[in-house]
């Protein structure tokens, strides 16, 4: 079987095709299509495009590495730091993605990415930081030192005046993610709380929202994205960053498992989520959201046997799939022309299993 790709300015077609297939299919789309053509697919897509969706396409063309290695670049150049990204990666990341990431850093920007974290932050959120890059968790769990433990953690907040943050950052920065879930329960007989509770009083800034996500990534990984997912699109301020490098990152990881956190936190599906926050976004630009419910189905099934066609077939190549979708996307035009891609997407996530 032969998997033609075509590119241009159909949006339709890209979300369908980009979204059926690995990462590492698009890989070999992409080296194909330099091949081919003698030109850079991620560059032409980028004359193509424009707005969140050319920037949700480029980050589905990236390598998973590479496009957590340039979300931490972006992090820290410039004037300021994007505290939440370096939370967000750094804590929900396994030891071996960290010593990748920091390979993958070197090798990309020559630069060493420890240097980089230390020289943009400060203070106990910069330590905490740290550790967390060294990636040398403890390995399992150690029943010895559970109760123990939990009552340093105790006696460093709410048994005293004041917070010992030394004790916090290397308890939760070090101890395996098995050992931190029985501390977290010893914790909670022994000062009635629950380990979020106690530490959303004990600190603040950056070091809380690290140590709140060390917590809940201890806890479930799935979870902690599916409350970042929650919060990105809630209120009237959306956090559309959030919810491209979310989406991205864990589609091939754990998507299913964050479908089904997402339900049973919110007690609604991510899939309704994101069409009710695309049908908020009246503009153009939110025909990326496609894509991201794509990630639903989380089904890579077409071989990567690749003929790419240059820019200026693929009217011919998309007429069919045209044809397909017009009546759909001619009702959601006249409905909200911003989100005709709305209930093209929702047709193709039915054919998955539902919602």
Known sequence: MVFVVTIGTDEDSIMKLLTSRSNSQRQQIKAAYKTLHGKDLVG???GELGGKFETLVVALMTPPILYDVTSLRNAIKGAGTDEKVLIEILSS????????????????FNKNLEEDVTGDTSGHFRRLLVILLQASRQQ????????????????AGEKKFGTDEEQFITILGNRSAEHLRRVFAAYMKL???EMEESIQRETSGGLR???????????SVPAYFAETLYYSMKGGGTDDQTLIRVMVSRSEVDMLDIRADYRRLFAKSLHSAIQVYTEYLSSPCSQYSAIQVQWGKKVFSQPPIVQVLPLKRMREACNFHHRYTSTMTDKMRKKNPGN???GFVI???????GK
């Open 140 to 155: 399992g769990v150690q029943e010895g030192n559970i109760e123990a433990d939990a009552q340093t953690l105790f006696s």
């Open 347 to 353: 047709n193709l996530f039915a054919n998955y299993g």
């Open 340 to 342: 005709h891609i709305v």
């Open 209 to 219: 929202d690290l140590l709140l996500a060390v917590v809940k990534c201890a806890r």
């Open 44 to 46: 032409d897509l980028q």
């Open 191 to 193: 000062a009635g709380y």
């Open 93 to 108: 990341r396994t030891a071996q993605q960290i010593k990748d990431i920091t390979a993958a850093y070197r090798q990309e």
